[in-house]
């Protein structure tokens, strides 16, 4: 499977982004779907999850009411709608897949088996 986001770019604080990963080489409906991010100098961590059918969701507790992760299973491509953004939303935003776990997954990025190249948010105040 291989990823490919997209979407990044630089936004002032407030601001509103629509990052995409479209993925090839697999239907993404037998695959739980993530975003993580990676801020400069710091670990990845987990921003939000869609399960197989798109029904289910997980968000990490600094995005919940900000950040929307949806899928089309007909384009092969997954999204995430960041709004409000903040100075601390800058970092490096990964899709990932999981092709075992059922529901939305874990939060863990071990847990993922593959990973796009990322995708630079940068949110200035």
């Known amino acids: 499977v291989q990823l490919q986001a997209s979407g990044g770019g630089q936004v002032q604080s407030g601001g509103s982004l629509r990052l995409s990963c479209a993925a090839s080489?697999?239907?993404?409906?037998?695959?739980?779907m993530g975003w993580f991010r990676q801020a400069a100098g710091k670990g990845r961590e987990f921003v939000a999850s869609?399960?197989?059918?798109?029904?289910?969701?997980s968000y990490a507790e600094f995005v919940k009411g900000r950040f929307t992760i949806s899928r089309d299973n007909a384009k092969n491509t997954v999204y995430l709608q960041m709004s409000s953004l903040k100075p601390e939303d800058t970092a490096v935003y990964y899709c990932?897949?999981?092709?075992?776990?059922?529901?939305?997954?874990?939060?863990?990025?071990?847990?993922?088996?593959?990973w796009g190249q990322g995708t630079q948010v940068t949110v200035s105040s």
């Open positions: 080489g697999r239907n993404i409906s037998t695959l739980v």
């Open positions: 990932a897949a999981d092709p075992y776990r059922m529901g939305y997954g874990a939060k863990t990025a071990r847990s993922y088996d593959y």
């Open positions: 869609v399960s197989r059918g798109g029904g289910s969701y």
